[in-house]
């Protein structure tokens, strides 16, 4: 079981929180206006990321609040947890396992 | 075959008691509409997550970024008159303030082993550093949603909604004979 | 007293003896004996079978890593335990144990014939034999190989003991209580860190408890370990856990450990846990786990009698038990010779150290030469004698590559030591990377991958010294403030050369007679893994599941460096590159019951329960489970069945009113200003012009144009909507709107609070729903025209505030009263008694079921199945049309969305006018066909319908619509059924009832 932070409440454990797929893929302005092949890809195509992943979570028996991590998909670590709000931070893979919180 | 797995013939009544009812709002809003409903509730609200603030029979709890929970261990019956001045207090900003009174219902927790208890359910780490008096959060007790709220270094006021009562207390019975 | 039991010493409790059963004999023991001490004492080495050629087995060990002694603990009696070791075993008084996998005795085993027929059982044989006919594998074969192969039996009656679950949270989890554990916890209890301290015995020390010679800081080692572990024990920041496995590691220094409370007592405490489940969370770990001895692969090795040396030594000091009377050391270290000096001085005859070594120098083989005890250098092992019992052992020399035969002794107990073994299991599970350490011949921990150290023997650091020094500094490190540590240990041991043997013993090139094993728990040899790489395999991982080495219960802790040695040594490569399995939890076995913990009978899971149940109940309502939620399904009269009665609560609800519990259904209070703005964007319809006091049937989509939920949507105020879900939806409703309100339109002033619980909803409908509540609500116009259908109002019930929506699952007239749930079994009873004047009848979810679909009302997730649009379930009148846009809208314009031939909710009679179709039954356009049919649609809701006294059924039909009046066929169980496609709305399709 993971330890996620939360940026509202702090270092808490997986079971609070639920998996929201991937993070900044923003719902288009006006759908209507999107062809096909433009609507297909906002709602069916997402990364399979090896490293560092940007990803939705929502501490859902918690605080309630979406935020966004960064996870590496290869080690399980967190790297980084922000809030909707914020930009994704710009890290780098780290060359060595980064430990838990 | 094996024979399917009985409950325990010995299970214990649930336990503890649940507590009278009480008056309870949800409140949604800045720091404006706390501001205003302080003057209303008689509780000022904590700024810092995971606080809460005790004043008499009344309560403020901070459950979310913008979401607090409103308890008056006073029963519910003049909820309404509560909400209308509450409202009015906070007339004309931003805000969400629904009755929750009957949704909930509590429980008290409180001995030298009360930690070990809830920590038969609650994954958090309830060492009195990490989890000191006055926190309050959302949290989880096995497979119910709670909010656990420390008023005492050994003592614990869990709320959880209504129909999850009886599995919360008869949880906590059987767990309680494990410390 | 037995007299392979020793005078005085060790940790047993001479004062107190004891019986215990065995394979249906009594034998003597001792107060803090194992079963296997306990055994041995009694000159008791056979306790066991092997798994596939039935050779007699013996104790190998004194701790976890025992591969031969699984033993069924209690057998027949509630606490039946199968598979348990017989060195982790605690006696009590009257402990009953009976040897496994053996048949019909352990004496004589008719399985013994698979040994002289072993030259057809290679490895990989059931691969290579029972291929053929496939069909034989399941009815032959298999069960043969099951009977002949399996473990113990799994118990027959349910399990009665109770087990607990707890999180804990430290600074430093220590897992391990030798030497180096015992120094890390001082260390970091010093420092000030909350320290929890475990281990998988009855008492800590670890090899301390059977160590004679060293001392540390001025005193002998155990009592230092026992005064060590008196100042943890007062320390209120330590937690000691004995008896207690860390069994597995897992991400983020989560650790799950096994604590053993009732098994070694003879009454346990029915009402306390017979293990608990510790799910602990440490900031640092500390992985003090020690090491395992290796044993000598030599033909021969695994007759009952032959047995580790270290664990000679531990029955020895710490168990005062003699393993033999004569025995012979075989060993490629230094440790066997202390074990060889320890039985020498407690009388035991030690007929030669047999050393693979060509010249043993040092300290101890000084001190075996001047106890009179003879060292042969440069030695191996020809062979062993012995039925049930080592008789002898054949030894040989080996001289310039070549072995000639030595000498043969007599003997009843051979002591083999090829080294240690670290115990990296934990640090491995935990990801850290293994590194092969060549003077060691030991993989190693290398880098972590966790906050986490190892210490002492299980990274290497064997010597007594070193590892109360590797102890102390991974305690103090593994400490949140280490610079308030000061405690170090002062020991003074001697330190003990080289470090062991790996693979087989040399041998003559002739072929020996006698099998060599490697792995003892799986029965494989050294010709079965030289045969696997004979044949091809490469991968360390193919070759163990192809000869299933390090594939039992013991996961291969005696024998997965052998095996790996003698692959890499037939493959002509490096240890290093061959590489290592994985070690995967649990460490050793944990009971299912642990992982269970309190989630059993009426604790599994939350039972949900309406203020109204307990009404239902005392009128013998039947319940069904929704969710979690215990909805009364029927309520019964006497000799009804379901069927009758619930014919009669419909035809109640028809012709006069019924009562029923609408509470589980999900309520969400939508406020803030933008709460219109909100619902618009969220939901198919249209709310803008949805007046205060109204309300509206929503639908609600995903973003890819499905149907996810629907339900009633009332507005409150001009900022205020009452949303009700489906029973089963309303916690993944909240969940997509806070994920729209919060990271799609944060701007949006709205908030979301679930108010399901907060509000008891009773319906009420039929005819004379009105006449009923009109006597008892206050302070609303019930008229039809102040009150429409769909209309909604505040006022009082009995004395409750009421919000009273106006509104109709049945077609008929229709109330639902909301009242806070307190108030909900008082203003039910009042309800029913003031409906007993009209005919009421209380009816539960079958007859609303019944109802619902009599009018064609769909249920989200029955009629739907997330591959339903607004309009293949007849739902387009609902979609506000001028709207731009809404969750789902864009997906509903693709072409594919609006195909005639898409699947759509119709109606289906059946033109016998008397067969009940089943609900999921597939439909064809075509009668007769054979399999694979043409198959055109399914069957989603179908029921007797008292009303119309026919069955009726919804489905969905490709092109449904088009296909009014035509037949099709459903295929059942009992033959075709021919059925009339109808619209699906089968009683009042103008709904004249419901405006009444």
């Known amino acids: ?96 396992p980064v430990p838990p919180p | 075959m094996p024979e399917q797995a009985a409950p325990l013939d010995d299970a214990a009544p649930p336990w503890p008691p649940l507590l009278a009812p009480a008056t309870r709002f949800i409140l949604h809003g800045n ?43 006073a029963p519910a019956e003049a909820a309404g008159d509560t909400a209308s001045g509450l409202e009015r207090a906070m007339a004309g900003l931003d805000h969400a303030l629904v009755d929750v009174s009957h949704r909930q219902v509590a429980v008290e927790i409180n001995g030298a082993h009360a930690g070990h208890i809830l920590n038969g359910g609650c994954p958090l780490d309830l060492d009195l550093k990490e989890f000191p008096v006055g926190m309050c959060t959302r949290t989880l007790f096995a497979k119910a949603d709670i909010v656990l709220w420390r008023t005492a270094a050994d003592a614990f006021h869990v709320e959880m909604w209504r129909s999850f009562g009886d599995y919360v207390r008869a949880l906590l019975a059987e767990v309680a004979r494990d410390c | 007293m037995s007299v392979l039991r020793t005078p005085g010493g060790g940790r047993v409790d001479r004062e107190r003896s004891l019986q215990f059963n065995f394979d249906g004999k009594a034998y003597a023991a001792l107060q803090g004996d194992t079963l296997a001490s306990g055994l041995l004492a009694n000159g008791v080495h056979l306790v066991g079978r092997s798994f596939k050629y039935h050779r007699p087995r ?135 860190a909350r320290v929890m301290l475990c281990d998988e015995q009855s008492e800590m020390g670890g090899s301390l408890l059977a160590e004679t010679m060293a001392r540390i800081d001025g005193v002998p080692a155990l009592d230092w370990a026992l005064r060590a572990l008196a100042t943890l024990a007062g320390n209120p920041r330590v937690t000691l856990l004995t008896r207690t496995t860390a069994f597995g590691y897992f991400p983020h220094n989560l650790l799950g450990l096994n604590q053993r409370l009732g098994d070694h007592r003879a009454d346990p405490d029915p009402g306390q846990p017979r293990q608990r489940l510790w799910m602990v969370r440490a900031r640092q770990v500390v992985l003090a786990t020690g090491a395992i001895e290796r044993p000598l692969v030599f033909p021969g090795n695994d007759r009952p009698g032959i047995l580790l040396a270290g664990a000679a030594r531990t029955y020895l000091n710490r168990y005062g038990v003699k393993v033999g009377v004569r025995v012979v050391v075989v060993t490629a270290t230094d440790a066997a010779y202390q074990t060889a000096l320890d039985l020498h001085a407690a009388g035991v005859a030690v007929a030669a150290i047999a050393d693979v070594r060509a010249q043993p120098v040092g300290v101890l083989p000084d001190a075996v030469s001047r106890a009179g005890i003879e060292i042969m250098p440069a030695a191996t092992v020809l062979g062993t004698r012995g039925d049930r019992r080592v008789s002898e052992i054949s030894l040989g020399r080996v001289q310039g590559g070549m072995v000639r035969p030595a000498a043969r002794l007599a003997c009843d107990a051979v002591l083999m030591s090829g080294g240690y073994t670290p115990s990296v299991h934990l640090f491995s599970q935990s990801r850290g990377k293994l590194v092969w350490n060549e003077s060691l011949l030991a993989f190693v921990p290398g880098l972590s991958a966790e906050c986490e150290r190892s210490a002492g023997a299980c990274r290497g650091v064997g010597d007594l010294t070193a590892a ?3 102890g102390a500094a991974a305690g103090l490190a593994a400490a949140p403030d280490p610079v ?114 309190t989630s059993r009978g009426a604790l599994f899971d ?33 000799g009804e069945d379901m069927h009758a009665a619930v014919a009669r609560e419909c ?38 012009n949805l007046a205060v006091g109204r309300s509206r049937y929503g639908i609600l989509l995903r973003e890819d144009g499905f149907v996810y939920d629907d339900g009633v949507v009332a507005r409150t105020a001009a900022d205020r909507f009452h949303v009700t879900t489906t029973t089963g939806g309303a916690p993944r409703v909240l969940a997509m709107m806070e994920d729209y309100r919060q990271t799609e339109w944060p701007q949006l002033k709205v908030w979301l609070t679930s108010t399901t619980e907060q509000w008891a909803v009773i319906a009420v409908q039929g005819p004379n729903a009105r006449r009923v509540i009109a006597p008892l609500v206050e302070g609303i116009d019930l008229g039809a025209s102040a009150l429409p259908h769909m209309a909604v109002a505040r006022g009082r019930i009995c004395g409750a505030p009421l919000l009273l929506f106006r509104v109709s699952f049945t077609g008929e007239l229709g109330y639902e009263i909301n009242v806070p749930a307190d108030f909900g079994a008082t203003v039910w009873e009042a309800v029913h008694a003031a409906g007993q004047a009209h005919g009421m009848t209380v009816y539960g979810t079958e007859t609303m079921h019944v109802l619902r679909a009599e009018k064609g009302y769909i249920i989200v997730g029955q009629d739907t199945d997330g591959t339903v649009t607004p309009d293949d379930a007849g739902l387009s009148w609902a979609i506000g049309k001028s ?91 009992r033959g075709e059924i021919e059925v009339e496609v109808t619209p699906p709305v089968f009683y009042d399709p103008k709904g004249e009832r419901l405006n009444a």
């Open chain 2, 31 to 73: 720091a404006a509409v706390r501001a205003a409903a302080t003057a209303a509730w008689g509780v000022p609200f904590a700024e810092e997550a995971c606080r809460a603030r005790l004043l008499g029979s009344r309560a403020t709890l901070w459950m979310g970024p913008d979401e607090y929970l409103l308890l008056d261990r």
């Open chain 3, 58 to 192: 013996g104790i190998l060990s004194a701790g976890a890593e025992e591969p031969n002694a699984l033993v069924t603990v209690n057998p027949g009696a509630p606490r039946d335990t199968p598979n348990v070791l017989a060195t982790q075993v605690e006696l009590y008084p009257g402990l009953r144990a009976i040897s496994q996998h053996r048949w019909p005795s352990l004496q004589y085993d008719v399985g013994r014939v698979n040994d002289a027929l072993s030259a057809f059982f290679p490895a990989g044989f059931y691969y290579k034999t029972f291929k053929w006919p496939q069909r034989a594998w399941k009815s032959v074969y298999e069960p043969a190989i099951r009977r002949a192969a399996g473990l113990g039996r799994a118990p027959a009656t349910a399990d009665p003991d109770r087990y607990a679950q707890r999180y804990a949270h430290c600074d430093t989890l220590v897992v391990g209580a030798g030497p180096a554990g015992i120094a890390a916890a001082l260390a970091a209890a010093d420092a000030g």
């Open chain 3, 651 to 688: 035809r109640a609800v028809r012709s006069a009113c019924g009562i029923f519990d609408a509470t589980t259904l999900g309520k969400i209070e939508v406020v803030g200003a933008d709460a219109v703005e909100f619902m618009n964007r969220l939901y198919v319809n249209s709310w803008t």
């Open chain 3, 484 to 597: 308030r540590g000061s405690w170090r240990p002062l020991p003074e041991a001697g330190t003990t050369g080289g470090c062991g043997w790996l693979g087989a013993l040399p041998q003559p090139q002739t072929t020996a007679t006698d099998k060599a094993f490697v792995d003892w728990q799986h029965d494989v040899t050294t010709r079965d893994l030289a045969l696997a790489a004979r044949e091809g395999f490469r991968s360390i991982e193919h070759v163990k599941r192809y000869t299933t080495t390090g594939m039992a219960t013991d996961q291969g802790k005696t024998s997965n460096l052998n095996a790996l040695s003698i692959v890499a040594s037939g493959l002509g490569v490096p240890i290093s590159q061959v590489g290592l399995t994985t070690f995967r939890m649990p460490y050793t076995p944990v009971p299912f019951g642990s992982f269970a913990g």
């Open chain 1, 1 to 96: 079981m993971l330890i996620i932070v939360c940026p509202f409440c702090g270092k808490r454990p997986e079971i609070e929180f639920t998996y929201g797929g991937q993070a900044h893929i923003t719902r288009p302005e006006r759908p209507s206006e999107l062809d096909d092949q433009a609507w297909a890809e906002f709602l069916y195509m997402r990364s399979n990321t090896k490293g560092i992943h940007a990803e939705r979570w929502r501490h859902a028996r918690g605080c309630g609040r979406f935020f966004n991590a960064l996870r590496d998909t290869t080690t399980d670590h967190f790297v980084a947890t922000y809030r909707i709000d914020e930009p994704q931070p710009q890290i780098e893979q780290p060359a060595e």
């Open chain 3, 468 to 470: 109360l020094e590797d």
């Open chain 3, 883 to 973: 709207k731009a846009d809404f969750v789902g809208k864009r997906s509903l314009e693709r072409a594919s969305m609006r195909a005639p031939t898409r699947k759509q909710l119709v109606g289906l009679r059946s033109r016998d006018g008397r067969t009940v179709l089943d609900e999921g039954a597939q439909i064809a356009a075509l009668p007769g066909q054979q399999p694979p049919m043409q198959l055109i649609g399914h069957v989603t809701s179908s029921y007797y319908s008292a009303a119309l006294d026919h069955p009726i059924a919804l489905a969905l039909v490709a092109g449904g619509r088009t296909r009014l009046g035509q037949t099709l066929y459903v295929p059942m169980p």
């Open chain 3, 606 to 638: 939350p039972v949900r329960r309406t203020p109204m149940h307990h009404w239902a109940q005392a009128r013998g309502a039947v319940f069904e489970n929704v969710g979690l939620w215990k909805r009364a399904r029927y309520f019964p009269r006497a």
